[in-house]
């Protein structure tokens, strides 16, 4: 740094001997541009004075030596030019010696500025190497803390992996312990074990005797209402058949062959009541028992449904019924034919029983993933309130009389809700005294490709 303080000031000082040279050189100029302009003035004047001098000869003498005087001056004014001139030169010299001398001192200032450049850019260099060396140190610190915390941290860890192996060997010894106690509880298990399967043998057997107990006492609960019903319900027919017939038979010589007639038809009708009642017991017993067969299949619902009813249309028509089919033509069931037959009549014909002289019995359908919903409704009587729970419950058997003096056994219904729940749907009803009823049932539905199949 000193030494470029001195090349600048030396540089300035040879700029200002620079400057004051070419000051020089430039005021010697003009004393010489002025003696150079008295020389000839002088020169004017010695040729007016020797036209003078004819006239004037001291005149001329004084100017004579005034001539001399003035050549005298002209020549050390030439001399004093030329010696002018000569230190010109020394300062041009000096000059251009001074100006190499600046341009050295130029070439010498430009190469310190790249040493100092380049010493800066070094300064530099060296300060970033510093930073990150301090860095390093920071960040060295940083790890050297962290491993002395991971040292820490494994020397706890070493304490308590000590601490857990010590735990361990008295878990070991109290497994240990634990295994024999476990051994000798295992072989007690074992032999609960054995004991609770000999128990789980008898309950088993057991289980299987109280379901054969069970279904004896089904069966005999069956068969105690089946005597029961006919205890009580075949006695007033054949009560009343053995009196029609004793009538007749004390009768037969005096009563005339229209009294007869009307006697045989009572005892006719008393007996296919009779009749009807024991086939629909008969039927219930066999379902109860598993002895009715059941064989379940695709089936067009519309065609048996078209049968039914034409089996069924003189008895609507005695009474002027109008029974309206809407079943759909594609409805198609998976049911037991006899099964759905007799299901489907039981509920028309109690439809038309308990329907007035010119009422309207309708059968609709409608479907509900893949199940079949069949509605038979009347407009007819319809039922009590406190009835509505009773008509599938066999040991509430009822019997009501139709529009037209109809009989009937009470046992349709219930037959219906066993076959309708045999083939997988369910049977219910609506109804409201004095407008009409409403019964439905459900059956799993096929596609028509399955019935064509």
Not at 42 to 48: A, G, R, S
Not at 59 to 79: G, M, S, T, Y
Request: charged share 35%; proline share 1%.
């Amino acid at each position: 740094m000193d030494k470029s303080r001195k090349l600048d000031e030396l540089e300035i000082a040879n700029e200002e001997k620079a400057k004051r040279a070419a000051e020089l050189v430039i005021a010697n100029e003009e004393k010489a541009k002025r003696e150079a302009e008295l020389v000839i003035a002088l020169v004017e004047k010695e040729k007016q004075l020797a036209g003078i001098a004819i006239a004037d000869e001291e005149k001329a003498k004084r100017a004579i030596e005034l001539v001399f005087a003035d050549e005298e001056k002209a020549k050390r004014v030439a001399e004093l030019v030329i010696a002018n001139e000569e230190k010109a030169k020394r300062m041009a010299e000096l000059v251009i010696d001074n100006e190499e001398k600046a341009k050295r001192a130029d070439e010498l200032v430009i190469a310190d500025e790249e040493k100092a450049k380049r010493v800066a850019e070094l300064v530099i260099a060296n300060e970033e190497k510093a930073k990150r060396v301090a860095e390093l140190v920071i960040d060295n610190e940083e790890k050297a803390k962290r491993v002395a915390e991971l040292v820490i941290a494994d020397i706890e860890k070493q304490k308590r992996v000590a601490e857990l192996v010590i735990a361990d060997e008295e878990k070991a010894k109290r497994l240990a312990e634990l295994i024999i106690d476990n051994e000798e509880k295992a072989k007690r298990v074992a032999e609960l074990v054995i004991a609770e399967e000999e128990k789980a043998k008898r309950v088993a057997e057991l289980v299987i005797t109280n379901e054969e107990l069970h279904q004896l006492l089904q069966l005999n609960s069956d068969k105690d209402l089946f005597i029961s019903i006919l205890a009580h319900d075949l006695r007033s027919p054949f009560t009343a058949l053995l009196g029609l017939s004793d009538i007749l038979i004390e009768n037969i010589r005096i009563y005339d062959i229209d009294e007869i007639e009307n006697l045989l038809k009572q005892i006719r009708n008393s007996s296919q009541d009779t009749f009807t009642l024991l086939e629909d017991l008969l039927k219930w017993t066999s379902t109860q028992s598993g002895k009715i067969p059941f064989k379940p299949q695709n089936l067009n619902f519309t065609d048996i449904c078209k049968n039914i009813l034409k089996t069924l249309n003189t008895n609507a028509a005695a009474k002027n019924i109008d029974i309206k089919n809407y079943i759909a033509d594609h409805i198609c069931v998976f049911a037991d034919i006899d099964m759905l037959k007799t299901v489907l009549r039981n509920i028309v014909s109690n439809a038309i029983k308990f329907t007035n002289n010119g009422g309207i019995i309708s059968i609709s359908s409608e479907e509900s993933f893949g199940i079949a919903i069949i509605t038979v409704s009347d407009n007819g009587i319809g039922i009590k309130p406190d009835k509505l729970t009773k008509l599938f419950d066999i040991s509430q058997r009822q019997t009501t009389i139709g529009t037209a003096k109809e009989t009937g056994t009470g046992l349709g219904l219930i037959l219906c809700k066993e076959f309708i729940e045999k083939n997988g749907g369910k049977i219910w009803v609506k109804s409201e005294y004095g407008k009409g009823s409403e019964f439905k049932f459900s059956l799993p539905m096929v596609n028509e490709q399955a019935l064509s199949a």
